[in-house]
């Protein structure tokens, strides 16, 4: 038997009071399990980058160095290179938004931008409002900075409206100092907000005076529908996040912010503290990268693969999770919710998965205070469909043990019943 070293920390007392709530990302802690040769893993969300060709990257970081070895190697702008940022520009333009070079700051991957929204508005106590559940890197970079973080349910198109209209109501005019949302086949949950939604939460949040901030990394990851544009197509004054790691690698660690200039100017301030510049030498590669047209067919090519992932997910789902199980359907990007009778917890039952091969990322990962237990969200991006439905017959089976103890349990009397599902059945 060994025996456990117990790590002493001698400066435990010398931290600074506002990391105490930062918590350890779930998906980082799974990463080992999560890289074990036998294991399915639905944890990560991580792009299949094994579709971009290599032969474009190497062209273009090679063409990086070659044209511009010396711009490539040194310091930048804050706001970044120019080209970059124009390269920027047309992206949007493609999705409905119109902004110049003036608009947009090049951050470290839109993870930098969140965490530079809450270096500028938010101080200890402060109220913000996100979706619930919402995505866990974006609670990990606000918690360090001690928000109160009210989450608005959603249902399967988005956000609910009444429910923020509530919160809003009850906050009072300037009550949070921004409202955070995914409109875009959503982390964790997979769903989009409808137009009409759109159009309502910017009512709601001009009628209160709140700052919108807008994450879309998966907004032209879509399977199936209609574009609906961005909130920040609607009004000019909503904060978009936007990256390179989704429609390029995210190795790279690019993305950018939009925002009003005096916003913007807020942004650069805190990117200069941050890193004073970001990498020009991995900008000059993503605008050697989008200067050839290829980048298209590369990404059609990763959004089908990805549309036929979540199709053997849904399928499977329906084949071998148990009848006591709800889903969202996704008509985009990389992640399902699902969401399972209240008594049965979610975390506790992940060793055991993972004993079984397969890995996922248990739902209270997603909300800042516990909720989301009975809950997990399966990321079908990165397993091919073969995979996926080896990956989800593991996964009921554990579930389905877990729920015949249950069931024996509440014939016998002694265990609440389930919860009313407000997912829709896949
Ligand atoms: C909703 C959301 N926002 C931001 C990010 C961070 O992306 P990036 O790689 O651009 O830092 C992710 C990554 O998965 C995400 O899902």
Not at 312 to 324: D, G, K, N, Q, V
Request: hydrophobic letters at 45%; a negative charge.
């Amino acid at each position: 038997m060994g025996t456990a070293r117990v790590v002493f920390d001698k400066w435990r007392d010398r931290y600074a009071q506002r990391m105490a709530d930062v918590r350890s990302s779930a998906v980082r802690d799974l990463f080992a399990a999560a890289t074990r040769p036998d294991m399915i893993s639905f944890s990560g969300g991580m792009p299949e980058i094994r579709r971009v060709p290599n032969d474009a990257v190497i062209a273009a970081a090679t063409a990086a160095l070659r044209e511009t070895g010396l711009e490539a190697l040194q310091y930048g702008s804050s706001e970044g290179r120019p080209q970059v940022r124009s390269v920027v520009v047309d992206l949007m333009a493609e999705v409905g938004v119109r902004v110049k070079l003036d608009d947009i700051v090049i951050t470290a991957g839109a993870q930098q931008a969140l965490d530079l929204v809450a270096k500028i508005f938010i101080d200890p106590g402060d109220t913000i409002i996100c979706e619930g559940p919402t995505y866990l890197g974006a609670l990990q970079a606000f918690s360090a900075y001690q928000p109160n973080v009210v989450c608005v349910p959603m249902d399967e198109n988005g956000m609910r409206m009444d429910l923020l209209a509530a919160e809003l109501e009850r906050l009072g005019p300037r009550g949070a100092k921004f409202i955070y949302t995914i409109p875009n086949f959503q982390n964790p949950a997979g769903v989009t907000l409808t137009p009409p939604r759109r159009r309502e939460l910017l009512e709601l949040a001009r009628a209160y005076d709140i700052p919108v901030i807008e994450d879309d990394p998966y907004g032209r990851l879509r399977f199936e529908g209609g574009h609906a544009l961005p909130l920040r197509a609607l009004d000019d004054e909503v904060i978009y996040l936007g990256t390179f790691s989704k429609i390029f690698a995210p190795g790279l660690r690019l993305g950018w912010v939009i925002a009003p200039r005096p916003i913007l100017a807020r942004f650069l301030l805190a990117k200069q503290a941050a890193d004073l510049c970001g990498s020009a030498y991995a900008q000059t590669t993503a605008e050697r990268y989008f200067a050839d047209p290829r980048w298209r067919k590369t990404l059609q090519d990763l959004t089908r693969a990805y549309g036929e992932r979540r199709d053997a997910m849904i399928e499977s789902l329906a084949e071998h999770f148990p009848a006591e199980a709800r889903w969202t359907v996704p008509a985009g990007g990389f992640f399902v919710w699902v969401e399972m009778p209240s008594f049965l917890d979610c975390k506790s039952i992940l060793a055991e998965a993972v004993e079984r091969g397969v890995t996922y990322v248990p739902g209270d990962a997603f909300y800042p205070d516990g909720r989301g237990r009975n809950c997990m969200r399966l990321a079908f991006c990165y397993v091919e469909p073969e995979k996926i439905h080896e990956g989800i017959r593991r996964l009921a089976e554990v579930l389905e043990d877990r729920l015949e103890l249950y069931r024996a349990f509440q014939a016998a009397g002694v265990l609440p019943g389930a919860s009313d599902p407000v997912s829709e059945r896949g």
